[in-house]
């Protein structure tokens, strides 16, 4: 049949040649331009190629709609001498040339035939988009190139590209095309609009079909979710102008995907995800509504898992979708943002390679025999972060051993690369085969491999064991599982269908339900051992409330969603995890979790068990007792109190609360009474050899608790005379007596020395005491005089006095007379100097 012209056509002569002369070329052309059917067409008439055609595609429904394409235009049906495969379909038969693939089943065949032996060439399309499996590929090629497939041609193809990056890379020439574009009037929102998403979509697509009379409208929303919601929003214009609404993402079966994309005089408004930007094209489109908005894949900052998250796309991602409204007549797109939002957006994507899990590239290029995978070299190099994060991952899996730069694979994980999955979910399957539930494993990776949404309501149903065995469960009797559609479950069956074809058990002995389910959650624990979780519920008194907190063994939190039927374990593994915002926090939600057993973890993570004792005073105690506690990374399975043992460590932790709950005051007094004294010492007697008391308290509680077993035995503790006994003998006796505890009158009465920091050191007694003393006591050699407080017999000060002598002559006489007035039965002699103090008071 003849072809209609495309903008492709007039350079395709000048690529073939490149192409046969250096085995590689970098294509740029603009969407629209032909590149992803004509090229390959041409490639299997070029006469210098030896092999088949392989066409990698971001997507599923691109690899499908261009091989269908391409055998439209051969008379024929795909399956024939084109072909698609994906992981879920496959049209292709013996005589098949041209092989439309989707990424991941390039590398995987690499690992089966890693040279590719009746390949010719390989084209990467849409290569702008920096998928994870297209860089990987890349890689791959390029180093397959450069040792023994040097014959094998090589096409980058794109539309918007670093177009000399990637031909320096690949030593390739650069061949450019232009499309076929018409002008595209750009309108943005004049402010910010709070309405639902699928509100707005509504009130722009009547606007839409309200101001043009044909054309269809193509709006890009996130995904399918907010699909349905916005197909609903629309139903009533929908029914009013006689469109028709259509969905168009990956999950749909390819009869609905056909009807969103084939020409149609009908006016349909296409409801579609990020898929409908570069991969597929649609003809007639007129106007674009662009949310803004894409689900990316990434990495949850919180749980390192594989997750979903709603961002703003790029300018150059916004572009595109623009540029979709003028391929075949002016065109006009309808932005649901602002134009300084527009403005403030990242230039382009981030590369998966930078955001996304690596453990699956990894495993393969561990696989292809690269010992270190930091010398495998890339177009962009994946963060060291990354690389390290992967191979842990795999390490916690069993898949790899060794270190870099001689990494392998183990046998587990050999066998993991045999199930076209993530290589958590990959585990889980190669662990049923062990344990005899290959088949219900099968179905767990199917399930969790299916990117979708569940019902968010919390849960009425009866608590569960697992997340994903409790869907399973509805799936296989034919109920409605959560939110999921019938495509979905047709999607999982079809998946699981797939793993047990390769799955093959190796026990063959009988289980009953209880062992069953045991076998198959203790698979499940084996893909997320790093993911292990201590439930922490609400406290029925009101001591903590809100949702369900998940503590996670490997540090972080996240809450457990309100429609998990998890809810009466203890230890969970979280399958399942969405950032989301609640209140003013991001929050990590586990949406599917699956109870697991401690004895499961002793068992399969001996390794990773820490079993440690430590000592404690628990709340409410004054005693010390030994708590030896299980714990499998922060996460404690199992803790027991006994009686210490270990009179050192009963000591230490004495003092660590003794210390923490500070000294009893009369105790720090003590030790700064001490401290004063030896400062006297140091001012007025350098000659003694004194310092400052420098106490190292730690020390000093930490020796005066050796022995001891509780709190009360060492709240009787001395803590000055256990640092005055630390000092050396000559500086104990010096302390004794040139700065002592007690002094004596003249009438061998003693008085207590108070020696406060910071102030002359004092004595305080009667008046009549210090009858018969002609000068008040001095210490420290004589030359530092006691400040005397002399007390009148109702116990108050009535002199202040470091001068004894003169208070007796300038202050006696006239205080002796007010006191001889105030107590008449006491003495009070003319000459205090020569009389006779009073026997102390009997006690």
């Known amino acids: 049949m003849s072809l209609a012209p495309l903008p492709i056509d007039p350079v395709l002569p000048e690529a073939m040649e490149l192409l046969g002369q250096r085995r590689a070329l970098v294509l740029v052309a603009e969407p629209g331009a032909g590149k992803t059917t004509r090229l390959p067409r041409a490639l299997l008439d070029a006469p210098w190629l030896n092999g088949d055609v392989i066409v990698l595609e971001p997507r599923r429904l691109a690899a499908r709609l261009a091989a269908e394409r391409v055998a439209f235009e051969l008379g024929e049906k795909a399956g024939e001498r084109v072909g698609y495969e994906t992981r879920l379909e496959r049209a292709v038969s013996d005589k098949t040339r041209l092989r439309f693939i989707t990424e991941g089943i390039l590398t995987r065949r690499l690992l089966g035939d890693p040279r590719l032996e009746r390949v010719g060439a390989v084209v990467l399309d849409e290569l702008h988009e920096r998928h994870l499996a297209t860089d990987l590929s890349l890689a791959l090629l390029r180093r397959l190139r450069q040792t023994s497939r040097p014959d094998l041609a090589v ?27 018409f002008p595209v009037a750009i309108e943005h929102v004049a402010k910010p609009d709070d309405r639902p998403l699928a509100a707005r979509v509504a009130a722009a697509v009547a606007d839409a079909v309200a101001t043009t009379d044909s054309g269809h409208v193509l709006v890009f929303l996130p995904g399918a979710r907010e699909i349905r919601l916005a197909q609903e929003a629309c139903e009533k214009l929908a029914a009013r102008r006689g469109l028709a609404i259509l969905p168009l993402h990956g999950a749909l079966p390819s009869r609905e995907q056909d009807l969103a994309v084939r020409p149609s005089h009908d006016r349909k408004v296409i409801l579609a995800t990020n898929v409908a930007e570069t991969s597929v094209t649609i003809e007639d489109v007129g106007v674009v509504v662009d949310s803004g908005l894409a689900l990316v894949a990434s990495t949850s900052a919180w749980t390192g898992l594989p997750a979903l998250r709603l961002s703003k796309v790029s300018r150059a991602s916004a572009v595109q979708r623009a540029g979709r409204a003028g391929r075949t007549r002016e065109g006009r797109a309808i932005r649901l943002y602002t134009a300084s939002d527009f403005a403030a957006r990242a230039a382009f994507e981030t590369p998966e390679i930078a955001r996304l899990d690596l453990s699956e590239a990894l495993l393969e290029i561990v696989a292809h025999g690269v010992g270190d995978p930091t010398e495998l070299a890339w177009l962009e190099a994946p963060p060291p972060s990354g690389i390290e994060g ?99 479950v047709s999607a999982i069956q079809r998946s699981r269908d797939r793993f047990a074809r390769i799955a093959r058990d190796g026990n063959d002995a009988p289980y009953d339900a209880a062992e069953e389910e045991n076998a198959v959650l203790i698979s499940i624990l084996t893909g ?39 809810r009466d374990a203890d230890l969970i593994v979280a399958a399942d995890v969405e950032e989301r915002t609640i209140g003013t926090q991001t929050r990590s939600v586990v949406k599917l979790a699956s ?119 060492a709240a009787g503790v001395d803590w000055a005379a256990r640092a005055q006994d630390a000092l050396p003998n000559d500086h ?10 007690r002094v004596t ?34 210490i420290v050699r004589g030359r ?60």
Request: with cysteine; hydrophobic share 40%; net charge neutral.
């Open 390 to 488: 992967g191979l842990g991952l795999l390490r916690r899996l069993g898949a790899i051993e060794g270190k870099a730069p001689s990494i392998t694979t183990t046998a587990v994980g050999r066998r993991m690369l045999d199930f076209p999955a993530h290589p958590r979910h990959a585990r889980i399957v190669v662990e049923g085969e062990k344990r005899g539930v290959s088949r219900a494993c099968a179905a767990v990776a199917a399930l969790l491999g299916e990117r979708t949404t569940y019902d968010e309501r919390a849960s009425t149903r009866a608590s569960e064991r697992s997340d994903l065995t409790a869907i399973l469960s509805e799936i296989a009797r034919g109920g409605r599982a959560s939110s999921l559609d019938g495509r979905t």
């Open 595 to 713: 109870a697991i057993e401690t004895d499961w973890l002793l068992d399969l993570y001996t390794d990773d068990i820490v079993d440690e004792e430590t000592l404690e005073i628990p709340a409410g105690s004054r005693k010390v007792e030994a708590v030896r506690t299980l714990r499998y990374g922060s996460v404690v399975l199992e803790r027991t109190r006994d009686k210490p043992r270990d009179p050192e460590k009963i000591a230490e932790v004495l003092a660590q609360a003794i210390i923490a709950s500070g000294l009893p005051p009369d105790r720090v007094g003590d030790l700064d009474r001490l401290r004063a004294r030896i400062d006297l010492l140091v001012e007025h007697a350098p000659d003694l050899g004194f310092t400052a008391l420098d106490v190292d308290l730690r020390a000093l509680v930490r020796a005066g608790c050796e022995g001891l077993a509780t709190l009360d035995e």
């Open 732 to 741: 104990q006796r010096a302390l004794r007596e040139h700065a002592p505890e």
């Open 528 to 566: 997320f051992p790093d993911r292990v979780g201590r439930l922490r519920r609400p406290d029925a008194r009101g001591a903590r409330t809100g949702p369900t907190e998940v503590l996670f063994a490997g540090g972080g939190t996240a809450v457990l969603s309100e429609s998990s039927r998890v």
């Open 784 to 843: 530092v005089p006691l400040v005397l407080h002399l007390l009148a017999p109702n116990g108050r000060d009535v002199q202040v006095t470091t001068d004894l002598a003169g208070f007796w002559d300038r202050h006696y006489p006239a205080i002796a007379k007010e006191l001889r007035r105030k107590y008449p039965r006491h003495a009070w002699p003319d000459d205090p100097r020569t009389a006779e103090p009073p026997a102390p008071k009997r006690r």
């Open 155 to 181: 096409v980058a193809m794109s539309a918007t590209l670093d177009a000399e990056a990637v031909a320096q890379f690949l030593d390739a020439p650069v061949v450019s095309a232009p499309g076929r574009t």
């Open 745 to 778: 009158l003249a009438s061998g009465r003693q008085l207590v020395v108070d020696y406060p920091r910071g102030a002359p050191p004092n004595v305080s007694s009667r008046l009549q005491d210090f009858f018969g003393s002609k000068d008040g006591p001095r």
